[in-house]
């Protein structure tokens, strides 16, 4: 059973008394914070005697790197000051800031180093005396408190008190005298010169020390340091508490330890301190192959986050897979956690803050990049890079910014590729290459292959996702849920909400869709199914999609060539152009290819298809502009070919549309 990293508290001390002081402490509860191989967990006796007072009051008298003292008299210092009539019973306080404490008064023990921040009021008792110029106080006695509570540090963890810490009964005797000169006194009774001469300090009595909240075990900053420790080669579980043990485990598997059969758990948030982060494997893609080291286990994060990751990978190639982890294969499974961090390497053309590469069944779940977050590359997804022949993103959500310099990219990832069952069967279930349940919030723009979920999707289901961040290409195939479908990839109940436009100057770029930038084939029967027909389901738009000078703009579609299956699908985005050609409310293009044709794709098909009326805007004398579907007749350049369009019940508002139906 694994161990909490978190500790509960009705009743605790993060300040206290020294070690010969007694104490009393009520229902306290403290259990143990840490796996065995992080530091030793705290009970409540190592709590109570982890600050010695006695050794901090002698420090009051002198200089020590991470106290703030400030002294108070009580009301009327200069009245004190102008005094004639002797001695006078009198209290001073001092305040005890602490800022990065690891002085002497901290019993360094269990990986205690010091103390982060926090403040002790001592109130001392005595007897003044005045002179012309000073007033000096004979200490006997003084009393201790919090004021604002402790925050300690435990070797890679701090410790930190709730909101209401107080501390009673905590006495002590010294013997010491504290002279103040006139002109250090303000008139609040604050003190910013004096001398404090202390020549023996005891502790006696006790206190009865309460927190009001919760006490939490939290990590520190990263400072670039690796822990490797935690790992046992005779384990399966293990679980990572602290950002030096995260980088442990990249430096495990980029030497070859795959973790295949183990999973490893986050036990707490994570901060990476915006330092340089080494991806965790050294994948390459090598064309539809993966080489190199991978973790392949499972990586639970159990709800924690990563914060400041920051990625540059200054020695990556194109090929290379960049993110917090290169690549995910066989067996792993990327799961529970979200991150926050940015990823800059302009050569990679695998880059996912997540995840580089997806291959081999690998799964990626329930993952959630949080705002604030960044990917830029030459190709980039927000939570993975490419996707090749089988995998699964569920559940993810990403929230980054997506630039890819010069080609694809996608809210989550910018290509799923390559055909795991190549062949000629036309129902092929393509239940694990799969995008489901994902949405994404960030604007997303590239080149060729743009889309809110992903750029390029061949022969990959995409069901049940969300796209609202906007989708910008300059080149070919953008669409608010995927830029380019190909060879039997799929659009299942989806939705769009984000504005879908392409800066292209060029007719020659086709594409620009509310859902799908571009349908098409390519060849490649080697590598993908041959018969397998491409289908957006159940889906809608509501975003609006423009072009500069596209061809092929649509409110559902762009463009599809030779083959296509879209049934109940609805748009109700606006449809505009500056100057491009084949714009529709629905579809803009509809063609033939004859060199990327063949006769188990032959036709497309809308069933139960509807947009807006209204919705196209294009300039006088537009070519192939139409309320439904731009440009109808597929252009045939084989005599030979035929391609069959069919429109069953499709509606432009309340009117039906029954386009060409027979053979073109």
């Not at 792993?332 to 956690?337: E, L, S």
């Not at 006088?620 to 035929?642: C, L, M, S, V, W």
């Amino acid at each position: 059973m694994r161990r909490m990293r978190y500790v509960f508290l009705t009743a605790a001390l993060v300040i206290v008394l020294s070690a010969s002081c007694s104490l009393e402490m009520t229902e306290s509860n403290l259990s143990n914070i840490y796996s065995d191989n992080r530091p030793e967990s705290l009970t409540a006796s190592d709590i109570a005697s982890m600050l010695d007072l006695e050794v901090l009051v002698r420090e009051l008298g002198q200089e020590s790197a991470g106290l703030d003292i400030v002294w108070s008299l009580p009301s009327s210092p200069a009245a004190m000051l102008t005094a004639d009539d002797g001695a006078a019973s009198v209290t001073v306080t001092a305040d005890v800031g602490f800022d990065n404490y690891t002085g002497d008064a901290i019993r360094k023990e269990k990986g205690v180093v010091g103390i982060i921040s926090g403040q002790i009021r001592f109130t001392f008792s005595g007897t003044s005396s005045v002179s012309s110029d000073s007033v000096t106080v004979d200490l006997d006695s003084y009393e201790a408190e919090t004021v604002i509570p402790v925050e300690i540090r435990q070797e890679n963890a701090s410790i930190t008190t709730g909101s209401s810490v107080s501390v009673s009964n905590a006495t002590g005797s010294v013997d010491a005298t504290l002279t103040y000169r006139s002109d250090s006194v303000a008139a609040d009774g604050s003190v910013s010169n004096a001398a404090l001469n202390v020549t023996d300090v005891t502790a006696n009595g006790g206190a009865t020390v309460s927190v009001g909240d919760d006490m939490a075990v939290t990590n520190l900053p990263w400072n670039g340091q690796i822990s490797t420790s935690w790992f046992d080669e005779a384990a399966s579980t293990f679980y990572l508490g602290s950002a030096e043990e995260l980088a442990g485990l990249a430096s495990l598997v980029n030497k070859g330890t795959s973790f295949e059969g183990r999973t490893v758990y986050l036990s707490a948030d994570i901060d990476l301190n915006s330092m340089e982060w080494t991806p965790i494997g050294t994948a390459e893609r090598a064309s539809a192959e993966v080489k190199g080291n991978h973790f392949d286990g499972i990586f639970d994060g159990q709800g924690h986050t990563i914060s400041n990751l920051y990625i540059t990978a200054p020695g990556a190639v194109d090929d290379t897979g960049v993110g917090l982890f290169a690549a995910a294969g066989g067996s792993t499974v990327i799961r529970n956690f979200s991150v926050q961090g940015t990823l800059i390497n302009k050569t990679t053309e695998n880059a996912g803050l997540i995840v580089g590469l997806i291959y081999g069944n690998a799964a990626v779940e329930n993952v959630t990049v949080l705002e604030g977050s960044s990917v830029t590359a030459a190709e980039a997804g927000g939570i993975a890079g490419r996707m090749i022949k089988s995998g699964t993103i569920s559940g993810c959500v990403n929230n980054a910014d997506v630039t890819a310099e010069t080609g694809k990219a996608g809210g989550i990832v910018h290509s799923a590729y390559y055909d795991q069952h190549p062949g000629d069967t036309p129902d092929a279930v393509y239940d694990d290459f799969l995008i489901s349940g994902c949405v994404n919030n960030g604007d997303i723009s590239g080149t060729n292959c743009v889309g809110g979920i992903a750029g390029l999707s061949t022969t990959v289901q995409i069901e049940d996702c969300v796209n609202n961040g906007r989708v910008t290409g300059s080149g070919y195939g953008a669409g608010g849920i995927s830029g380019e479908l190909k060879h039997g990839a799929a659009i299942i109940r989806c939705e769009n909400n984000g504005a879908v436009s392409s800066t292209s100057s060029s007719s020659g770029n086709y594409g620009v869709g509310g859902l799908a930038g571009w349908i098409r084939y390519d060849g490649g029967d080697a590598t993908y199914n041959s018969v397998r027909v491409s289908t957006i389901t159940d889906s809608v738009n509501n975003g609006a999609v423009s072009s500069k000078a596209n061809t092929g703009i649509g409110g559902a579609v762009g463009q599809i060539y030779n083959a296509a299956e879209i049934s109940d699908t609805e748009n109700y985005g606006t449809v505009t152009t500056e100057s491009g050609l084949m714009i529709g409310g629905f579809v803009g293009g509809l063609q033939g290819d004859s060199g990327t044709y063949n006769e188990n794709r032959d036709t497309i098909t809308f069933t139960n298809c509807y947009t807006d009326a209204g919705v196209v805007s294009a300039p006088e004398g537009t070519t192939n502009r139409g309320d439904f579907a731009g440009h109808p007749y597929p252009t045939i350049q084989g005599e030979d070919k035929e391609i069959t369009l069919v429109f069953n019940d499709c509606f432009v508002g309340e009117e039906l549309y029954n386009g060409p139906a027979a053979q073109i």
